[in-house]
T-cell receptor, first 115, second 118 residues
Framework: DAGVIQSPRHEVTEMGQEVTLRCKPI?????LFWYRQTMMRGLELLIY????????DSGMPEDRFSAKMPNASFSTLKIQPSEPRDSAVYFC?????????????FGPGTRLTVL | AQSVTQLDSQVPVFEEAPVELRCNYS??????LFWYVQYPNQGLQLLLK??????LVKGINGFEAEFNKSQTSFHLRKPSVHISDTAEYFC????????????????FGQGTILTVHP
């Protein structure tokens, strides 16, 4: 299995621009998670989906952030408009409830820099 | 709601020395416990997990952790570290529901940076 795939791996953009981060979970997994990691705040859960339905988006910082999961094999995290404080590494993770324990598998992350 | 506290933000140690990374959690229900490792510029990888049974769990790369329910701790140990163990380590907890299965959400600690010096 290829594992969780994220793209792009690095993104540099200017303040005010729209940014879209992409994630392909492991095939067969029914949970998908978006995390943000910064030096100041550590690893934060932004939102997670079960069977493509958002379950908990309480970690989404503000309305500039949105996430979608149109099908079981693809999810996006969009920031519009982006701000310098959004600079962070964004991780996607997936897990399978069939395994019973929901161990999460992480992608390599997208390093976002907003100038 | 559950929470996780990693008591040391940084742990420097010399190669071949033993190491312990401390983790305490709080939860009103039973939990599953995890340790993840993050090497520089990489995503998180599962190191080990406690689900039930023996309180001493062994993971990859010679690491082990002990679940102590009375102290609500899940400390990570390795008897002899290598330079390649230099990484950031995250403790995480997942609450169980009444049926013994788990909800989706993991709660992570703030991480402990382990630096192994030659």
């Amino acid at each position: 299995d290829a594992g969780v795939i994220q793209s792009p791996r690095h993104e540099v953009t200017e303040m005010g621009q729209e940014v879209t981060l992409r994630c392909k979970p492991i095939s067969g997994h029914d949970y998908l998670f978006w995390y943000r990691q910064t030096m100041m705040r550590g690893l934060e859960l932004l939102i997670y989906f079960n069977n493509n339905v958002p379950i908990d988006d309480s970690g989404m910082p503000e309305d500039r952030f949105s996430a979608k999961m149109p099908n079981a094999s693809f999810s996006t995290l969009k920031i519009q408009p982006s701000e310098p404080r959004d600079s962070a590494v964004y991780f996607c993770a997936s897990s399978s409830s069939l395994a019973g324990i929901n161990e999460q598998f992480f992608g390599p992350g997208t390093r976002l820099t907003v100038l | 709601a559950q929470s996780v506290t990693q008591l040391d933000s940084q742990v420097p140690v010399f190669e071949e020395a033993p190491v312990e990374l401390r983790c305490n959690y709080s939860s009103s229900v039973s939990v599953y416990l995890f340790w993840y490792v993050q090497y520089p510029n990489q995503g998180l990888q599962l190191l080990l997990k406690y689900l039930s049974g023996s309180t001493l769990v062994k993971g990859i790369n010679g690491f082990e952790a002990e679940f102590n329910k009375s102290q609500t701790s899940f400390h990570l140990r390795k008897p002899s570290v290598h330079i390649s163990d230099t990484a950031e380590y995250f403790c995480a907890v997942k609450e169980m529901n009444a049926g013994g299965t788990s909800y989706g959400k993991l709660t992570f600690g703030q991480g402990t940076i382990l630096t192994v010096h030659p």
